[in-house]
C-alpha cells in the first residue's frame, strides 16, 4: 500500500458528527506535532522535501507520534489553502500529487482511511502535515 502525505490547514472539529476514528488495520498515521499545536510551515516544508524526495526514513526521523491500528484518534480535517503546496501527495508513485486541496476544500482522516469522499482504502501510511489544533467554542 503507497503512503501519503497530506499538506494542508488543518484542525480537530470537536463539533462534527464523527469527533473520532479507530485507525484500521494495515494503516499508520504519522503525526508531525503533539494534539493542539500548530505545525510550522517551515518545518512542514522540510518533512514534505524528504517525501518528495522518496525519503520516507529521514521524514520519520521528524515525527511526534505514529498512530498505529485499533487506536482512537481525533478525526482531524484538512482544508485546502492557496498559501503553499497544498494537496494530497503519493509518496514513491507518479504522478506525486494525488489530489489537488483548493482553497475551501475539505477531506477528514476518516474520509482518506475510509474511502469517504471519493478516496478508495489504499493507503498504507498517511503523513499528516497539518496542524493539530482543536476548534475553540464559540
Given at each position: 500500500m503507497p503512503s501519503w502525505a497530506v499538506s494542508a490547514h488543518g484542525s480537530h472539529q470537536r463539533s462534527a458528527s464523527r469527533n473520532y476514528l479507530v485507525v484500521p488495520t494495515g494503516v499508520e498515521i504519522v503525526f508531525y506535532t503533539p494534539e493542539d499545536q500548530v505545525l510550522y510551515s517551515d518545518r512542514?516544508?522540510?518533512i514534505l522535501a524528504a517525501l518528495r524526495s522518496n525519503n520516507e526514513e529521514l521524514a520519520m526521523q521528524q515525527a511526534h507520534k505514529v498512530r498505529m491500528p485499533y487506536e482512537r484518534?481525533?478525526?482531524y480535517t484538512a482544508y485546502g489553502t492557496n498559501d503553499?503546496?497544498?494537496?494530497?501527495?503519493?509518496?514513491?508513485?507518479?504522478?506525486?500529487?494525488k489530489e489537488q486541496l483548493n482553497d475551501g476544500d475539505e477531506v477528514t482522516l476518516y474520509d482518506l482511511v475510509y474511502g469517504g469522499a471519493g478516496f478508495g482504502k489504499h493507503v498504507g501510511r498517511?503523513?499528516?502535515l497539518a496542524c493539530t489544533e482543536f476548534d475553540r467554542p464559540g
Amino acid at each position: 500500500m503507497p503512503s501519503w502525505a497530506v499538506s494542508a490547514h488543518g484542525s480537530h472539529q470537536r463539533s462534527a458528527s464523527r469527533n473520532y476514528l479507530v485507525v484500521p488495520t494495515g494503516v499508520e498515521i504519522v503525526f508531525y506535532t503533539p494534539e493542539d499545536q500548530v505545525l510550522y510551515s517551515d518545518r512542514a516544508w522540510m518533512i514534505l522535501a524528504a517525501l518528495r524526495s522518496n525519503n520516507e526514513e529521514l521524514a520519520m526521523q521528524q515525527a511526534h507520534k505514529v498512530r498505529m491500528p485499533y487506536e482512537r484518534i481525533p478525526n482531524y480535517t484538512a482544508y485546502g489553502t492557496n498559501d503553499f503546496a497544498c494537496g494530497i501527495y503519493v509518496i514513491g508513485g507518479a504522478p506525486f500529487q494525488k489530489e489537488q486541496l483548493n482553497d475551501g476544500d475539505e477531506v477528514t482522516l476518516y474520509d482518506l482511511v475510509y474511502g469517504g469522499a471519493g478516496f478508495g482504502k489504499h493507503v498504507g501510511r498517511i503523513h499528516w502535515l497539518a496542524c493539530t489544533e482543536f476548534d475553540r467554542p464559540g
